[in-house]
């Protein structure tokens, strides 16, 4: 496993007034009012994915899950994204890409 595995690819922007989040690895999504409230639901909802899919309810189908990816047009939007930042054309603080690492918890602390 490459450490870049660890990161998992996300984008937010603002529309109408409202921050959306996206994480294009698992096809997971939330929506707040600022962005750091967005990505702090959205943080927090792929810890308790993760550790559904491993540890949960849901572990019969942790490899459909892990590996569940976005659709295209959430990809696509994603590589825009980096390649408009790459070029300093979103300098307006409407669009924000981020990379949270993976949540790992070592099995002795994991939640029984």
């Not at 690819?9 to 959306?20: E, I, L, S, T, V």
């Not at 569940?68 to 890409?97: C, E, N, S």
Request: hydrophobic share 40%; with cysteine; proline share 4%.
């Amino acid at each position: 496993m490459k450490s870049a595995d660890l990161l998992l690819r996300c984008y937010a922007n603002r529309k109408d007034g409202q921050w959306q989040a996206f994480c294009i690895d698992f096809s997971l999504a939330a929506q707040g009012d600022s962005f750091p409230d967005v990505r702090t639901k959205l943080e927090t909802m792929i810890a308790e994915y993760i550790y559904d899919a491993l540890a949960g309810e849901d572990r019969e189908y942790a490899d459909q899950l892990l590996h569940r990816k976005a659709p295209l047009r959430q990809i696509a939007t994603y590589y825009y994204y980096a390649l408009m930042y790459k070029i300093g054309a979103f300098g307006d603080g409407l669009h924000q890409l981020f990379k949270p690492a993976v949540p790992l918890v070592p099995q002795a602390y994991a939640r029984e």
